[in-house]
């Protein structure tokens, strides 16, 4: 007896719909490894139909009032809180995540982050109106830019997809999102519940590969194009985006510096950056993986982090007791995997290193010590379930090692020392500092990067402001 599989459809203009030419591209639950669902393979038709679809739909969305595009965003918020159970179900099948941690981690701050952006599409600031010129009168209009094509990754697919069309949607915009070929159902499910509150047009998913990213970035219509992804894609879509002056938006990677100084509390330390550092797999560009120790207290640091990996348990999503599941394809696993192959002589597993079980994609939480600045695993994203652990002796060079890296997304400083941990957060070259504590995020504070992690902020006001356009109107005050 076969299963049969499950559907999944592109939703353009209010319609869900096969791909125009009826390919499709097999699902996988990274749990189990074995195929649950199809989903539309989209070519340039199907691109052309979403685009169509988000154009006509622009100028009626646009002249909507701030009132109005609360609403329904308040709506999208309460129907997703109201099917919550479904969500969760639909993105661990789509990741392998742990239901409850799911339910707990993901869902309330997603429904928040649209309730946020709700609230700030009333609050559009901009200079006062005013006489800068005898005679004439200044106002600043902020408008919203146009159609956005929006590509999600596949490590967080619900709350990606929530920080790409909350904030656009609530400025005025119409969106175009693509999820990411292997997580394709939650989004899919969203388009469902969305169906309900917004006109046709105004929100479309797009299912599809590289090419079908490729082809809405390059597409005529979208004013912008806004990605979170790995460093190479988003040089790409900047590239794409180049040839019609496309506004770009770019979430990428990271290679977070932890920097533990040697008056931290250690067991507090060690705890947090532990579950900071394995939560999701480390599929999380912010993830705390790359630690920097003071060397008086490195040796206890490693030895107690270790003991945290060996504690940590990886599991199917149904387990109660497991901090993570697996990693998201096979790719993903054999990458892993290979920075650990490959390390050099002189570094050191002290936990993990190894895969977990024969079904699915899992990898165990791995500790690497004894690593030199111009490692591999030092200088290149893993994006797994893997924590480095350099030796420092004093402040100038753990900034050194810190600030080392070509990305430049998120860090944290651990210490007692308050003059030093501002000095830390002020020469730390990365978008958010965190002090004593790593990875929460709030709607209010922006989260993005510098350097090769991108540039544009998602969450926060900053993220909102990234969604519109700024033009000045001048009258004469004569008539």
Not at 253 to 261: D, E, T
Not at 353 to 372: C, R
Not at 406 to 430: C, I, Q
Not at 456 to 464: E, I, N, R, V
Request: aromatic share 8%; net charge negative.
């Amino acid at each position: 007896m076969t299963t049969e599989l499950r559907r999944l459809r592109n939703y353009i203009g209010g319609e869900f719909k096969d791909a125009a030419d009826g390919r499709t591209t097999e699902v996988v639950n990274p749990a189990t490894g074995e195929v649950y669902a199809t989903a539309p393979l989209s070519g340039q038709a199907d691109v052309d139909a979403a685009m169509a679809a988000a154009a006509a739909a622009f100028p009626g969305w646009r002249d909507t009032t701030p009132a109005e595009r609360q609403k329904a965003l308040l709506k999208i918020a309460d129907a997703f809180e109201a099917r919550a159970d479904e969500l969760v179900a639909a993105e661990s099948e789509n990741t392998g995540k742990p239901l409850g941690l799911t339910a707990s981690e993901e869902l309330p701050p997603m429904v928040d982050q649209i309730r946020f952006f709700a609230g700030a599409a009333r609050l559009l600031e901009g200079r006062s109106a005013g006489e800068y010129m005898e005679g004439m009168t200044s106002i600043i209009r902020r408008e919203p830019v146009g159609v956005c094509a929006q590509v999600a990754p596949w490590n967080y697919p619900m709350m990606m997809a929530v920080w790409k069309f909350a904030p656009a949607i609530a400025a005025g915009n119409t969106v175009v999102l693509k999820p990411s070929d292997t997580t394709p159902a939650s989004t899919v499910l969203m388009a469902e519940i969305i169906d309900s509150v917004l006109p046709k047009g105004v929100f479309n998913v797009v299912c599809g590969d590289r090419e079908t990213g490729k082809a809405m970035v390059e597409h005529s219509t979208p004013a912008m194009a806004s990605i979170t992804g790995s460093v190479r894609a988003g040089m790409q879509v900047a590239e794409s985006a180049s040839k019609d002056v496309k506004r770009v938006h770019l979430e990428l990677g990271g290679k977070a510096p932890v920097v533990v100084f040697e008056d931290a509390d250690i067991p507090k330390a060690v705890e947090d950056i532990a579950v900071a550092g394995y939560f999701n797999a480390g599929q999380d560009c912010t993830a705390a993986t790359r630690v920097l120790v003071h060397e008086s207290i490195h040796d206890e640091f490693v030895a107690a982090l270790a003991k945290a990996a060996t504690d940590t348990k990886t599991g199917q999503p149904d387990d109660e007791d497991v901090l993570y599941g697996p990693l998201n394809n096979p790719n993903q696993l054999k990458q892993v995997a290979g920075f650990i192959e490959r390390l050099p002589a002189h570094a050191k597993v002290e936990a993990g290193g190894h895969q977990v079980g024969e079904k699915g994609y899992f990898y165990a939480p791995t500790v690497v010590s004894g690593l030199k600045q111009d490692d591999e695993i030092i200088q290149n994203e893993v994006f797994g379930p893997v924590i480095t652990v350099q030796s420092f002796t004093d402040e100038a060079q753990a900034l050194e090692y810190a600030n080392g890296v070509e990305f430049a997304l998120a860090s944290s400083v651990w210490t007692k020392d308050h003059g030093r941990a501002m000095r830390m957060s002020k020469n730390l070259d990365f978008g958010c500092v965190w002090i004593n504590t790593h990875i929460p995020l709030v709607a209010e504070m922006p989260h993005g990067g510098f350097k090769k992690s991108g540039y544009g902020k998602d969450l926060s006001a900053y993220g909102f402001e990234d969604y519109t356009r700024i033009k000045h109107v001048m009258t004469s005050l004569d008539g």
